[in-house]
C-alpha cells in the first residue's frame, strides 16, 4: 500500500520561508515516478504548485511561484521537499504531495497517491 504523507505546514508571517517534506512509502522505485507540490485554497479548486521530474532533470513551477519556491527530491530516502520563500497572505492553503504515475508531470491527472496535505497559513 503507497503511502504519502506531507509535514512542515506551519502558521508564519508573511516574508517568512517554511520548507514542506513529502515521504513516500509502499512504493519500490521511488526514482522513476515524478513528485508535485499542489495546493487547495478555501473555497478554490486544487492548484499546481511545483513538479520535479523522477531523476531530477527538469522542475516546473506555477508563475505565482516562480523565484519563490525550490522543488528538491533524495530518491535515496523516497523524499520530495518544497523550500518556499517570501510567502504571502494569499498562499495560505492546505498543501499536497503526489506520486506520479510515470516519471514526468505537471497536471492533477498526471498524479496517482496523494498525502492528506498540510496546511500552511501566512498571517500578514
Known amino acids: 500500500q503507497v503511502q504519502v504523507v506531507e509535514s512542515g505546514g506551519g502558521l508564519v508571517q508573511a516574508g517568512d520561508s517554511l520548507r514542506l517534506s513529502c515521504v513516500v512509502s509502499?512504493?519500490?522505485?521511488?526514482?522513476?515516478?515524478?513528485m508535485g507540490w499542489f495546493r487547495e485554497a478555501p473555497g478554490k479548486e486544487r492548484e499546481f504548485v511545483a513538479a520535479i521530474h523522477a531523476r531530477s532533470i527538469m522542475t516546473k513551477y506555477a508563475g505565482s511561484f516562480e523565484g519563490r519556491a525550490t522543488i528538491s527530491r533524495e530518491n535515496a530516502k523516497n523524499t520530495a521537499y518544497l523550500q518556499m520563500n517570501n510567502l504571502k497572505p494569499e498562499d495560505t492553503a492546505v498543501y499536497y504531495c503526489?506520486?506520479?504515475?510515470?516519471?514526468?508531470?505537471?497536471?492533477?491527472?498526471?498524479?496517482?497517491?496523494w498525502g492528506q496535505g498540510t496546511q500552511v497559513t501566512v498571517s500578514s
Open positions: 509502499g512504493r519500490s522505485a521511488f526514482y522513476n515516478y515524478a
Open positions: 503526489a506520486l506520479g504515475r510515470t516519471n514526468w508531470g505537471f497536471r492533477r491527472y498526471e498524479y496517482e497517491y
